[in-house]
């Protein structure tokens, strides 16, 4: 039993009760849609290596995040609700002026989690944050990102339907471009995981290529800032995308504003890496630039 029980851990399960416990994470109880995550997707721009950024939530302290991104001339998708009953989100006309300098994307009206919305309101809350959004801004919204990163299969299809372009969800250590357009996962996010965390949700949302990577790639690194400095160099040799998606508000509790520095000035070393929006992205992915 005392073998069993590392193993045990890292699949949520109880030995002798076979229960799975719940996974404590910033995105926790995703239901799985069809798992498409492709490793040799490359095919319109092999060995290419890109560097992006995403930033969840629309919360004022995105202004830093934002004016250290444009200090080291970095692109990034900031995903905006038009409210956030969990915390603040920035003003209307301070969203306008975000969409200057970066793309912004959509994350429903409310930020609600949509799997436990009956269809129908998950249906309104994509179409009329895309709406609310594209209305603001007076331009057309491509990117949509699952607020608490969840998602299944009728959602995915649903964020097509809506006319996005891509979504992004929070599947860990993943550099390739999937095969589903809907299903975008990241390199790193800007938080600490213990391994057992990551291996466990990698495991619950059949991301095998990002267990195998957690370990081979990023050697079980559980502080943010190696991952993602890891990621770059990977991406660097290997082609692909480094992705790094935060919540300031995130950085801000737990005062991270200098590494995140680092983390961007690193990213803005890295001259072979082009650097792009998540939705010039998604474009290119679709051979739209
Ligand atoms: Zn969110």
Redesign the pocket.
């Known amino acids: 039993m005392a073998l069993l029980a590392p193993l045990a851990e890292i699949l949520g399960v109880a030995p002798g009760y076979g229960k799975l416990f719940p996974v404590p994470s910033p995105c926790p109880g995703r239901r799985l849609a069809t798992p498409t995550w492709g490793r040799k997707v490359f095919s319109s721009m092999p060995g290419e290596g890109f560097v992006t950024f995403s930033v969840?939530?629309g919360h004022p302290s995105d202004l830093k995040t934002a004016q250290l991104l444009q200090k080291y001339g970095l692109k990034a998708t900031f995903?905006i609700?038009a409210r956030?009953a969990?915390r603040k989100v920035m003003p209307e006309s301070q969203v306008r002026d975000l969409s200057g300098s970066f793309e912004i994307g959509a994350?429903t009206l409310n930020?609600v989690r949509l799997t436990v919305l009956p269809r129908k309101q998950a249906w309104a809350e994509l179409h009329d944050g895309k709406r609310w959004l594209e209305d603001l801004l007076g331009k057309q919204v491509d990117s949509f990102?699952?607020?608490?990163?969840k998602f299944d299969r009728d959602l995915v299809t649903m964020v097509e339907q809506a006319g996005f372009l891509g979504a992004r969800t929070c599947t860990l250590n993943l550099t390739d471009i999937p095969k589903n357009p809907f299903l975008w996962g990241v390199s790193t996010h800007a938080c600490f995981y213990r391994p057992v965390v990551q291996i466990r949700h990698a495991l619950l949302e059949k991301n095998l290529a990002g267990a195998w990577n957690f370990v081979s790639v990023y050697g079980s690194a559980t502080d943010w800032l190696q991952h993602f400095l890891t990621s770059l160099q990977h991406v660097s040799r290997q082609g692909g995308i480094s992705h790094l998606f935060l919540?300031s508000w995130e950085i801000d509790e737990r005062r991270d504003w200098a590494r995140l520095e680092t983390a961007f000035e690193a990213a803005s070393n890295m001259k072979s890496l082009r650097r792009v929006t998540n939705g010039e992205l998604f474009a290119l992915s679709r051979g739209r630039l």
């Open positions: 969840d939530d995903y609700p956030n969990e994350h930020h990102c699952y607020p608490g990163g919540h």
